[in-house]
Antibody
């Protein structure tokens, strides 16, 4: 059974860069059948797609965040990462990593999420 | 801009009664391959989203058959035939038809008993 686990600082200062890593276990990342994604959820709010990356580092980002988002992948470590620059309080959210199944376009497995607070 | 609109935003249902949630898209979700990539998720309090339905009407593994999805093009519905206490949470539709490059979630519908 696939498991995803987010990790990274829970507190980031305004204007700095948020960095998170998702570690995948119980399955291979080196398959063309999936992309790997980040989704966030502000406190009390809804889900917002951030972006996806595949095993050869092909990426797609939400246009509203594109100028600030960078995703990377390290299949040897079974990890993929998110960097979000120039953060503000509006970036405070629970950040989820998830696997996107290409044939259904369904996020079929999710991490438990990690809360990142932007505050000085 | 492309928009996914759910209604109602909040729903109160009696145990054992049916529930219905609507999701409407501002553009058709029929992809060039003939598939419609409209999915539904359940998020129980304090938990990660859980996939329920993919491609409009197909239940994900382990999802009870009281959950069903229907619809076409721009109008979609998630139905719960008999609501149980464990169904409390927020339900989201999500479209994958426009990916790449983008994925859009509905704003969510809160279900309470």
């Amino acid at each position: 059974h696939l498991q995803l686990q987010e990790s990274g600082p829970g507190l980031v200062k305004p204007s700095e860069t948020l960095s998170l890593t998702c570690t995948v276990s119980g399955g291979s990342m080196t398959t063309s059948s999936y992309y790997w994604g980040w989704i966030r959820q502000p406190p009390g709010g809804g889900l917002e797609w951030i972006g996806n990356i595949n095993y050869i580092a092909s990426t797609y980002y939400n246009s509203s965040l594109r100028n600030r988002v960078t995703m990377s992948i390290d299949t040897s470590m079974n990890q993929f990462s998110l960097k979000l620059s120039s953060v503000s309080a509006a970036d405070t959210a629970v950040y989820y990593c998830a696997r996107l199944q290409l044939w259904s376009r369904l996020f079929d497995d999710w991490g438990q999420g990690t809360l990142v607070t932007v505050s000085s | 801009d492309f928009v996914m609109t759910q209604s109602p935003l909040s729903l109160s249902v009696t145990l054992g009664q049916p529930a219905s949630i609507s999701c409407r898209s501002s553009q058709s979700l029929v992809y060039s391959d003939g598939n419609t990539y409209l999915n539904w998720f359940q998020q129980r309090p304090g938990q990660s989203p859980r996939p329920l339905i993919y491609k409009v009407s197909k239940r994900d593994s382990g999802v009870p058959d009281r959950f069903s999805g229907s619809g076409s093009a721009t109008d979609f519905t998630l139905k719960i035939s008999r609501v149980e206490a464990e169904d409390v949470g927020v339900y989201y539709c999500m479209e994958g038809t426009h990916w790449p490059p983008s994925i859009t979630f509905g704003q969510g519908t809160r279900l309470e008993i």
